[in-house]
């Protein structure tokens, strides 16, 4: 169980580190969406 968290702590932490390095809304957007969809797959 504790692996799943701890896969999506990273997962959450490379989607925060690229929004850092983003510029555009949009692709901020993008990049939260596509997260949620990753941690919601890994459930």
């Known amino acids: 169980m504790w692996k799943k968290d701890v896969e999506n702590l990273f997962i959450v932490t490379g989607c925060f580190?690229?929004?850092l390095s983003l510029d555009d809304v949009?692709?901020?957007k993008?990049?939260?969406f596509n997260t949620v969809n990753k941690i919601?797959?890994?459930f």
């Open 30 to 32: 993008e990049e939260v």
């Open 40 to 42: 919601r797959n890994n």
């Open 26 to 28: 949009e692709d901020i």
């Open 17 to 19: 580190l690229n929004i």
